[in-house]
């Protein structure tokens, strides 16, 4: 059973970078496809970008600019970068894994989920 735990800061400045980071255990993270998801308030799931088996990346075309994804094999962790963020950034972030691949806004198309953490962007 793969559980996956989010860390990070839960508030941010307006143009400051969000950096946020998935431990994975139960699994590694070379043989899943592992994700970042984001809500904001009153709104559905975004995905946000993906990280493949092979370790090549794939980021939603409207935050392809401000966005990173990267793996630590050594810790089987991988990691968000969002960079210049603004209030609308404010959301629960998400980490979620799948054994196929999954582009979509629907929590149950995807195999395994975090709890989720919040993060506000304000001064």
């Known amino acids: 059973q793969v559980q996956l735990q989010e860390s990070g800061p839960g508030l941010v400045k307006p143009s400051q970078t969000l950096s946020l980071t998935c431990t994975v255990s139960?699994?590694?993270?070379?043989?899943?496809?592992y994700y970042w998801i984001r809500q904001p308030p009153g709104k559905g799931l975004e995905w946000m970008g993906a990280i493949a088996v092979s370790g090549s990346t794939y980021y939603s075309p409207s935050l392809k600019s401000r966005t990173s994804i990267s793996r630590d094999t050594s810790k089987n962790q991988f990691t968000l970068q969002l960079s210049s963020v603004t209030p609308e950034d404010t959301a629960v972030y998400y980490c979620?894994?799948?054994?196929?691949?999954?582009?979509?806004?629907?929590?149950?198309?995807?195999?395994?989920w975090g709890q989720g953490t919040q993060v506000t962007v304000s001064s």
């Open positions: 979620a894994s799948s054994l196929r691949w999954v582009q979509s806004g629907t929590r149950t198309d995807y195999d395994y």
């Open positions: 139960g699994g590694s993270i070379t043989t899943n496809f």
